[in-house]
């Protein structure tokens, strides 16, 4: 019974910071961006702090951007490594669509 | 006949306590045998020489017959994204989950341990697994041995992978059914659509 009600749990938790491949997937709109940090309400309405390092990949669409390109309010997709209880974005997609 | 029936208790005794004493250990001391530690070098390099050795000579000196054109390389990266990436990664690390928990794991492939070794070796590899290993054989997989050619094309391009390369490879391996629904709702969420 136990084991039933995990897993209903488990389905019916919010799609926005599912783990595979070892990357958390963070989604949601920009709350505010630093040139190290970006910090998203997700669509599950929580706050995600994420470190961005020099090695992040700012995409929009199929093009590369740079961090500037990401302003507050827009949405992003990001897939990040956990490190030392943090996330460290590997990769933020921003919104095609304009707002 | 008294002192056979004592030894034959004492014997009885000694070995169930041994018995038990193993399983103790087995649970215990290292929490199970576990797939997830790394053989010890002494395993490894035995194990290493034994699978070389198995390879018969008229296999280990047979030289790539496929030319490494772009368009070889190609079909041997798109292959290997798709049947190989899983345990072995897309750049050859072998730093996967899947990798991460075998015994023995995949080893680099960029390394010279593999990249020193005939292209037939590899090619026997491919074609026959490794006995003992996670390492799959591929022949008679429905595959032409030109298939497996191509592939060891493309693992002697593994050191000058290039960032570019490793992403598009990307898209190229296989994903499962919640995997692309989880993609396409990220996407349609970037386009503005509602989620």
Known sequence: MKRLLLSLSLLASPMAALAHGGLTHVMGTVAAISPTEVDVNTTDGKLAKVVTEGSTKWMKGPSSITEAGVHTGDRVVIHAKPVNGKLVAVEVAVGTASH | ??????????????????????????????????????????????????????????????????????????????????????????????????????????????????QTKTDGELFGYIENGIRLSGMPAFSGAGGTEDESWKLVVFLRHLPQLSATEEQAMEHLNPKSPSELGEEKQEADFLNGGSH
């Not at chain 2, 490494?68 to 897309?90: R, S, W």
Request: proline residues 7%.
């Open chain 2, 1 to 114: 006949m008294r002192l056979l029936v004592g030894s034959f208790l004492l014997l009885l005794v000694l070995l169930a306590s041994g018995a038990a004493a193993f399983t103790w250990y087995l649970r215990h001391a290292h929490a199970g045998v576990s797939a997830r530690a790394q053989p010890t070098a002494t395993e490894a390099a035995l194990a290493t020489a034994m699978r070389s050795a198995a390879i018969p000579a008229a296999v280990r000196n047979r030289t790539n017959p496929v030319p490494a054109t772009p368009a070889a390389l190609h079909e041997g990266m798109e292959h290997y994204a798709d049947h190989c990436a899983v345990c072995h990664g897309n750049n050859g690390s072998g730093q996967t989950l899947l990798g991460a928990g075998m015994y023995p794991k995949p080893p680099d492939m960029r390394l010279q341990a593999t």
